[in-house]
DNA sequence: TGTACATCAGTGAACGCGCGTTCACTGATGTAC
DNA sequence: TGTACATCAGTGAACGCGCGTTCACTGATGTAC
């Protein structure tokens, strides 16, 4: 956000040069202060300091800057995911935990976003380019799925990756849109968000047969991960069962 | 929903007799049909057939409206997943499998509820009855969880028994709100909502140690599920693995 | 059993408001020659 | 390099609409005696 933008019609003459990108960033603001439900086009124009009108030149209407705003969003959250992933890097166990972390980051860093993408009622499955981006962010989660599959020992009897990536994306879904979420309608917990997800998402590899002591693998030289994080007990990341 | 209801001003006299359960009821519906977001207090007016002002006598205003169907709600929601669970008959790990089931069933038939209770935006830790009757119902998942937490084989690390119920709560929030709502904004899956879930759930028990054939405690006489239910492989729910 | 009165639930008209949308317009920008 | 013209982006006034909320009111119901 340049000063420019807070400076209104005096400085900024007739022609606003990036309404389109304004009005964009203006709903977000919106969104994440009163919800999806809660903005309106009048509002978002008036934000980026131009008349009622103007608006109609860049959108046909509310629901399109909307499903605009929630295509970024997965975009977004497709190149975040991505990172986290880092082509399972230093391991696939490690990766796959992170990119559970990563969706959480997204929905308590971006609720705009998160709100427009997963609870503004567009129906994703109608709209091409929506459902596009949305697949291809869930495809990182597939792709890692894959990996996780190929690498599971035999013996345990596993679903294909497809569900397996399912399963995760509900996992985090759920935590991250009952206890991360980044507004009010939050729900107080006993334990960090991060926490939470991290043990569940431990157990059901477990299930898979995975090995869960933390680093199991070997590859620690490797491991980004500062000493001192917390949740490296030996028996996982919720302490000591009783 | 009696005929009566239909009929509007001409029969009903000056007194309605039970706006507020009508009220809600207009509001269920309304909610249903346009999220939690779209309904309005002079609609829900309108389709009880009362005078824009009639609610004020019963509402202080729209937010206690929704606020009272979000109890609402999860009184149901509580009641319906106290049944599921039914005090753990034929046994812990099929009756905890039920209670996800029953998430879902209650995401799928009551998607008005389901929208106030979870998606509307209402600060849930801010208002004491809502707050209580929401851990009312949570309060089943974790009964659930504790019997679940004794039964459990030693010699596998878990997780208090209030972690474990959290892990199912936000699994099954998760699965159900991307899959198995009620509304448009559900997205399409190659599989059943519910086949997931139990998959999810089940690899999860067997990271906590349980075994998970099918039936594995002997108690096939008390089952009440039908032969031939779907999802009866003895490796588990999601046919084999390649 | 009847009457007087208090209480209650819903009326209907009115208000100010902000929204979405349209319209003819105008100022700025780009381009052909 | 200059000029004429087309195109584009934003204006501002106006519209009809439905909403939330208030108000004095009135019809119905219940109750004391």
Do not use: C
């Not at 606003?16 to 009163?34: D, F, P, S, T, V």
């Amino acid at each position: 956000m340049s000063w420019r933008k807070e400076q209104g019609r005096a400085e900024r003459g007739y022609h606003h040069g990036n309404l389109k990108e304004a009005l964009l960033q203006a709903a977000l603001g919106l969104i994440a202060e009163k919800g999806a439900a809660g903005f309106t086009f009048a509002d978002a124009a008036r934000m980026a300091g131009v008349s009622p009108a103007a608006p109609y030149r860049h959108f046909r209407d509310r629901d399109e800057l909307l499903s605009s705003i929630a295509q970024r969003g997965f975009e977004q959250f497709e190149a975040l995911l991505t990172q986290a992933w880092d082509d399972g890097r230093p391991d696939t166990v490690t990766a796959f935990e992170r990119v559970g972390k990563a969706y959480l980051a997204f929905a308590r860093a971006e609720p705009a976003y998160y709100s427009a993408m997963f609870e503004s009622g567009l129906p994703v499955d109608l709209n091409p380019n929506l459902l596009a981006a949305s697949e291809r962010a869930f495809a990182v989660i597939r792709a890692a799925a894959e990996r996780l599959a190929a690498l599971a020992p035999p013996g345990t009897p596993r679903p294909p990756a497809l569900m397996m990536a399912l399963h995760i994306w509900s996992m985090s879904h759920g935590v991250a849109s009952l206890f991360a979420r980044g507004d009010a309608a939050r729900r107080k917990l006993p334990m960090s968000a991060e926490d939470l997800l991290e043990a569940e998402v431990l157990i059901y590899l477990r299930g898979l047969g995975f090995p869960t002591e933390r680093r199991a693998s070997g590859q620690d030289a490797a491991d980004k991960k500062p000493a001192g994080a917390p949740s490296g007990q030996p028996s996982g990341p919720w302490g000591t069962p009783k």
